[in-house]
């Protein structure tokens, strides 16, 4: 049930870029992105809604196919505050509980 | 504008004990959640109070209660302590009519010894 992301981690030079993907064996209504660096809370990073939208948020951006339940996290020319781990989130349509992945830890070096 | 805190921040308890932890959301939320955090793994959704009642529930034993006060704070009870209970636990609070972001605390370090 708990949403499963790959790779679980990713190393980059700064101004590489990366993809984070997220996939559920459950229909999906929505999918969020989280980001936690170590010792803090999660931040927000943005939602999507069934429909396939992408969305972006300064150089990240991302996809959901609902058809294929899975969201894919896209960081271009990354910088060294996008250091930290990054768990999608997914509920469904009978339930607004949201369930977070397995996370993905992404280190960005000079 | 105050975001979620949480207390307190650190605790260390004894197998058997209780444990009571507090939440308050964000200003202007009516919804709060709770989180189980272990080491290196992603939030376990514990559960989700609205209006004062319980309206969503993860994978957790009885062992864990909860309530929500006519404020929106709320408390997270846990009882007879294991172990395999300690971790970070995080509250996280949104709007019920949202689609969706929530604003998480700094959590809330349980170790039990």
């Known amino acids: 049930q708990q949403p499963v992301q790959s790779p679980q981690a990713v190393i980059l030079r700064e101004g590489e870029d990366a993809v984070i993907n997220c996939s559920s064996s459950?229909?999906?209504?929505?999918v969020h992105w989280y980001r936690q660096k170590h010792g803090e809370a999660p931040v927000f990073l943005m939602i999507?809604?069934?429909?396939?939208e992408q969305k972006g948020h300064e150089k990240i951006s991302a996809s959901f196919n609902e058809k294929k339940q899975q969201s894919s996290l896209y960081l271009t020319a990354s910088q060294l505050s996008y250091s930290g781990t990054y768990f999608c989130?997914?509920?469904?349509?009978?339930?607004?509980?949201?369930?977070f992945g397995t996370g993905t830890r992404l280190q960005v070096f000079p | 504008d105050a975001g979620v805190t949480q207390s307190p921040t650190h605790l260390i308890k004894t197998r058997g004990q209780q444990v009571t932890l507090r939440c308050s959301p964000k200003s202007g939320h009516d919804t709060v959640s709770w989180y189980q955090q272990a080491l290196g793994q992603g939030p376990q959704f514990i559960f989700q109070y609205y209006e004062e009642e319980e309206r969503q529930r993860g994978n957790f034993p009885d062992r864990f209660s909860g309530h929500q006060f006519p404020n929106y704070s709320s408390e997270l009870n846990v009882n007879a302590l294991l172990l395999g209970d300690s971790a970070l636990y995080l509250c996280?609070?949104?709007?019920?009519?949202?689609?969706?972001?929530?604003?998480f605390g700094e959590g809330s370090r349980l170790t039990v010894l």
């Open positions: 989130g997914t509920d469904g349509e009978d339930t607004d509980k949201l369930i």
């Open positions: 459950k229909a999906l209504y929505s």
């Open positions: 996280a609070s949104s709007l019920a009519l949202n689609t969706g972001e929530l604003f």
């Open positions: 999507l809604l069934k429909g396939g």
